[in-house]
Nanobody
């Protein structure tokens, strides 16, 4: 089993930056960030399984990185927009099983 704990969310003004962290309880293969805004479905933000991939809406603004020695995933979010407001979830794949963190709220004010 894998436990995931996100941190780093908060309230920021448009144009600002936040850095999210996700600590995993063990080494996993693939990790990613998803988000869910009120009234919307959960969507992929970025994924790192050795190669970083991004949703079109965040390309050039967000950067996903991973510290394998610490089993920690990061999401650097720059040039934040009000439409980035959502609960951000960390996701991990461990031998075909998918695990989710409890989420961290990101609110971007205009």
């Amino acid at each position: 089993q894998v436990q995931l704990v996100e941190s780093g969310g908060g309230l920021v003004q448009a144009g600002g930056s936040l850095r999210l962290s996700c600590a995993a309880s063990r080494s996993v293969h693939s990790m990613g960030w998803y988000r869910q805004a009120p009234g919307k479905e959960r969507e992929l933000v970025a994924r790192n399984n050795g190669v970083a991939t991004y949703a079109d809406s965040v390309k050039g603004r967000f950067t996903i990185t991973r510290d394998n020695a610490k089993n920690t995933l990061y999401l650097q979010m720059d040039s934040l927009k009000p439409e980035d407001t959502a609960v951000y979830y960390c996701n991990a794949d461990y031998y075909g099983l998918v695990y989710w963190g409890p989420g961290t709220q990101v609110t971007v004010s205009s």
